[in-house]
């Protein structure tokens, strides 16, 4: 799996929001939360995996509620969920905050010490 586009990762991180478990508390699940989970919140699971998969806007669009059926009656649960806890690692803004930071430093606009300056 790799990182879908913007727009697939908001959506994904709708789906998880609505589930109102963090990531640290789904690590800490015993047998009976974790089934738990998966009864109130297995369409969303496999919605998410589903958007992960498909990655590109119009795969998301359009296969993804046939790819979330397919991980619900044919992929074992434990595959789904390990494959929801791995990327829910990966979502956030971390990698936003190194491109602004590395932007900030660039400064594209200011000028270039190299340069001379025209004019008076």
């Known amino acids: 799996m790799k990182r879908p586009c913007l727009g697939n990762q908001i959506r994904i991180a709708r789906l998880y929001l609505e589930t109102g478990v963090t990531h640290e508390e789904m690590a800490r699940f015993n047998k009976h939360e974790e089934l738990a989970y998966m009864a109130l919140h297995g ?3 496999s919605k998410m995996v ?32 390990g494959a929801n806890m791995r990327f829910i690692t990966l979502l956030g803004t971390k990698s936003f905050m190194d491109i602004i930071g590395s932007v900030e430093r660039v400064n594209p606009l200011a000028p270039r010490t190299s340069q001379k300056r025209k004019g008076s």
């Open 50 to 81: 589903a958007l992960t998969i498909c990655r590109g806007k119009l795969s998301g669009w359009l296969l993804t509620p046939v790819v979330a059926w397919m991980l619900r009656w044919l992929v074992d649960d434990l595959w789904v969920q």
């Open 43 to 45: 369409v969303r699971v």
